[in-house]
C-alpha cells in the first residue's frame, strides 16, 4: 500500500524526498488530503444511494462518517495553509499550531456527527425496518473495506514522512471506517442467511466507532498544544551535535519547546574548560547557534565552566556516580563545584531528576546527602535538584 503514497508523490510533488523543506511538506499534506477528499467523498455519495434504496440505516450512517472525512480533509488543507504563514512581530515563532487547533474542531465536528448517528441508531432498536439486502449492498460494503484500508496507508505514510499527528489521526478514522464496514458487510450476511436483524445494533457500533475516532483524534493533535516531551531521539542529535564542536566538554538541561512541525526553540547548557576565556566561548556558542539557525532550530545555550579535574574531584564524582546507579530512580548530575574549608568540604551540584519521581524533593535530598555523609562525614552537600524536560 505504501506503493501508492510513494507513487503520487513522485506524480505530484516537486523535490519529494526533501521532505523537511516547509513547501514540500505542505504539498505532502495537500496531496494526502485531496486524495483522502476525493476517494472518501466518492465512496460517501454511493453509500448514501444504496444505504437510502435498501433502506439501511447502518449503511447510510458509515456514509456520512465518509462526509465527514470530506470536512477533516478540507480543514488540514486550510490548516497546512496558514501554518506555513511566516512568524511576524505577534507571533515571533510562527503559526505552526495552527494545524493542532484545526485538528482539535474537526475532531468536535466528527464527535457531534457521532452522537447523531448514536440517537438515530438507538431509533432503528426501538422501532426496527428491515433492510432490502441487495448485492450492490454487499459490493460496496467490501469496496469500503478495501478504500479505507488503501487510504489509512496513505494517510500513515504521509504522517510518518512529515510527521504530522492530524494526518495520523486521520489514518486512525480510517482505519477504524474499514473495520465498521466490515462489521456492517457481516450483519447484512446473517441477515441474509439468518433473517435477523442487526441493522440497528451495527448502526449504534457504528457510532461508537466514529465517537472513539473523534475522541482519538481530539487527544492526537490536543497533546502538543499542552506540552509532550521531545523525542527522545531529537534531543540526543541535539546534544550529539552539540558536543561536536571544539572545546564542548558536556551538555545539560536541554529544553525543547514545540511551536509545531519544524518550529522549535531549544535551550541547553554548555560545558566549558574554565581555562577558556568568556570571549573564546561566546564565540563557539555564536557558531553554534547560528549554525542550527540554518536549519530552522532556534537554539539559546548557556555556558557553564568546568574546572581542570584533579584527583580530588575524579574521586568524588566517581563515588557520586556510584550514589546514583544505587539510587531506585534515575539521578544525572551537572555543576559540581567543591569548596573546601577548614575542617569541612562543600559540594555544590545539581540533580536532575525525572518528573514522575515518586518521593518528595526533600527527602531525595536527604537520601542523597546521607550517603555523602557515609562515605565521608567531613562533605556536606548543597543540591539543587530541578526535572528532567526530556
Known amino acids: 500500500m505504501n506503493m501508492i503514497a510513494n507513487l503520487l508523490a513522485k506524480l505530484f510533488i516537486k523535490n519529494y524526498q526533501l521532505v523537511e523543506n516547509p513547501k514540500v511538506r ?6 494526502a488530503n485531496i486524495f483522502f477528499m476525493v476517494v472518501m467523498g466518492s465512496m460517501g455519495v454511493v453509500k448514501y444511494l444504496i444505504g437510502s434504496s435498501v433502506g439501511s440505516i447502518a449503511i447510510s450512517s458509515s456514509a456520512f462518517a465518509d462526509f465527514s472525512d470530506i470536512g477533516l480533509a478540507a480543514m488540514m488543507m486550510i490548516s497546512f495553509k496558514l501554518a506555513g504563514k511566516k512568524p511576524d512581530v505577534k507571533h515571533p515563532f510562527g503559526y505552526a499550531r495552527i494545524e493542532y487547533i484545526s485538528g482539535i474542531i474537526v475532531s468536535m465536528i466528527i464527535l457531534l456527527l457521532g452522537i447523531e448517528l448514536l440517537q438515530s441508531s438507538i431509533e432503528k432498536i426501538v422501532a426496527p425496518e428491515p433492510p432490502e439486502v441487495s448485492t450492490a449492498a454487499y459490493i460496496i460494503m467490501a469496496v469500503s473495506v478495501v478504500v479505507n484500508l488503501t487510504v489509512f496507508s496513505v494517510n500513515k505514510t504521509v504522517s510518518k514522512k512529515i510527521r504530522s499527528s492530524s494526518i ?40 461508537i466507532t466514529v465517537l472513539y475516532s473523534a475522541v482519538t483524534s481530539f487527544k492526537e493533535t490536543a497533546n502538543p498544544l499542552l506540552g509532550l516531551v521531545p523525542d527522545l531521539a531529537f534531543t540526543e542529535e541535539i ?31 554548555a560545558e566549558f574548560s574554565e581555562e577558556l576565556s568568556a570571549v573564546e566561548i561566546h564565540q563557539i556558542i555564536g557558531d553554534i547557534e547560528q549554525d542550527f539557525l540554518f536549519d530552522g532550530i532556534q537554539i539559546n545555550i548557556h555556558f557553564d565552566l568546568v574546572a581542570k579535574e ?14 546514583c546507579e544505587k539510587l531506585k530512580y534515575k539521578v544525572s548530575l551537572s555543576d559540581l563545584k567543591i569548596m573546601p574549608s577548614n575542617a569541612v568540604t562543600y559540594l555544590f551540584f545539581t540533580a536532575t531528576v525525572p518528573r514522575d519521581l515518586n518521593i518528595g524533593i526533600d527527602e531525595m535530598r536527604h537520601e542523597f546527602s546521607t550517603r555523602i555523609s557515609e562515605y565521608d562525614s567531613s562533605y556536606k552537600a548543597a543540591i539543587t535538584v530541578s526535572y528532567s524536560h526530556v
Open 239 to 269: 546534544r550529539k551535535r552539540v558536543l561536536s564542536y571544539p572545546y564542548v566538554i558536556g551538555t545539560h538541561n536541554e529544553i525543547v519547546h514545540n511551536y509545531g512541525n519544524n518550529h522549535c526553540y531549544v535551550s541547553l547548557h
Open 310 to 323: 584533579d584527583k580530588l574531584t575524579m574521586e568524588i564524582e566517581k563515588h557520586l556516580l556510584e550514589i
Open 26 to 31: 505542505e504539498s505532502y499534506a495537500r496531496m
Open 168 to 207: 495520523g489521526a486521520a489514518a486512525t478514522k480510517n482505519i477504524v471506517d474499514g473495520l465498521a464496514s466490515l462489521v456492517i458487510l457481516g450483519s447484512l450476511v446473517v441477515f441474509a442467511i439468518f433473517s435477523v436483524d442487526l441493522d440497528g445494533y451495527v448502526g449504534l457500533l457504528m457510532s
